[in-house]
């Protein structure tokens, strides 16, 4: 498809198990961001890529959360350690280059990660 | 104190009614303003965007920015039961996609 896709779609893991969500983005978007969206709330921004540098990883809520873009292209968004409190739909979105903003940034339809 | 405060809502309104949303923001070097629709499990996909201060309209859509009272908002004409999901504002002081969003505002259109 010509969308961001994003898997799994769902994944349900025990506590202290090592996750690892990936996002493929709309072919050519150079710039590559995830948030994280917990129930009743709106996302919240984790790392951005813009190409395979991670540009701000800000973010990341410590150390146990890691994500990597080797070729400019697919991410991956590594969680070890899993706790309950990371329970919750994890967004990958692309934008076509950080030069000219329009605002829009392309979601895919996320991975909902529930631990338990 | 959460920089961008939104109203979860649910907000129904009769199909046909005006539809008004608003946010409210404390962080004054924000000036890249932005309403998402989310429908139910899927992603957030941009309605309006609006750099700095005024009305912006596209359809059926208006979105106006208050920079000097920090107020943002966004109203939908004419509203269809295909129109029910949820809003999120969003803003930026970033020409990239650094975003703060709103809780986001559930909205139901009904016939």
């Known amino acids: 498809g010509a969308g961001v896709s994003q898997t799994p779609s769902n994944k349900v893991t025990e506590k202290g198990k090592y996750v690892e969500l990936r996002c493929d983005p709309i072919s050519g978007h150079t710039a590559l961001y995830w948030y994280r969206q917990s129930l009743g709330q709106g996302p919240e921004f984790l790392i951005y890529f813009q190409g395979t540098g991670a540009a701000d990883d800000s973010g990341l809520p410590n150390d146990r959360f890691f994500a990597v873009r080797p070729e400019g292209s697919v991410s991956t968004l590594k969680i070890q350690r899993t706790e309950r409190g990371d329970s919750a739909v994890y967004l990958c979105?692309?934008?076509?280059?950080?030069?000219?903003?329009?605002?829009?940034?392309?979601f895919g339809e996320g991975s909902r990660l529930t631990v338990l | 104190q959460k920089e961008v405060e939104q109203d979860p809502g649910p907000l129904s309104v009769p199909e046909g009614a005006i539809v008004s949303l608003n946010c409210t923001y404390s962080?004054?070097?924000?000036?890249?303003f932005m309403w998402y629709r989310q429908y139910s499990r899927k992603g957030p996909e941009l309605l309006m965007y609006?750099?700095?201060?005024g009305n912006k309209e596209d359809g059926r859509f208006t979105a106006q920015v208050d920079k000097s009272s920090k107020y943002i908002s966004l109203f939908i004409r004419d509203s269809q039961p295909s129109d029910s999901a949820t809003y999120l504002c969003?803003?930026?002081?970033?020409?990239?996609?650094?975003?703060?969003f709103g809780a986001g505002t559930q909205v139901v259109v009904t016939p």
């Open positions: 969003a803003m930026s002081p970033y020409s990239w996609g650094k975003l703060q």
């Open positions: 609006t750099y700095s201060s």
């Open positions: 962080n004054s070097a924000f000036q890249y």
């Open positions: 979105a692309s934008s076509p280059s950080g030069r000219t903003y329009t605002g829009e940034l392309f």
